[in-house]
């Protein structure tokens, strides 16, 4: 009978989930699930373990070079809460590397925002 973890791992192979589908569907929390995500982080080689990253809803501020698997807070653009969390899938190695993606960490797939801050023109300083 396979683990926890690795029922999770079959999971992600097949579709994108976020933390608190995966935690509906196998009834924990969203803590758990964080800490069982982590696990298969590691875990899931040659495969990688890949991540949508979390977006604003309400400016679309892409959080892209986040490499925490929680949902951010808020917006460091427009100070919302409302974020749309990060959405992890398992893909095979070949097809991480075709993406982009390095090896060895959860790397943000394809989005078109990006998560640099609007040009602001210098203060004036008196």
């Not at 696990?39 to 501020?61: D, M, N, Y």
């Not at 969390?85 to 989005?111: D, H, V, W, Y």
């Amino acid at each position: 009978m396979p683990t926890l973890r690795k029922k999770i791992a079959e999971v992600l192979e097949e579709d994108a989930l976020d933390l608190r589908e995966i935690s509906k569907l196998f009834g924990i929390k969203e803590k758990e699930a964080l800490d069982h995500l982590k696990h298969i982080e590691k875990s899931v080689h040659p495969r990688r373990l890949t991540a949508e990253p979390a977006s604003c809803r309400q400016c679309g501020f892409s959080f892209k070079k986040r490499t925490r698997l929680n949902t951010p807070g808020r917006c460091p653009v427009c100070k919302s809460e409302h974020i749309s969390p990060p959405r992890f899938k398992i893909n095979p190695s070949s097809e991480a590397r075709r993406s982009g993606e390095t090896l060895g960490s959860i790397e943000p797939s394809g989005q078109q925002d990006s998560e640099e801050r609007p040009n602001h023109p210098p203060e004036e300083s008196d």
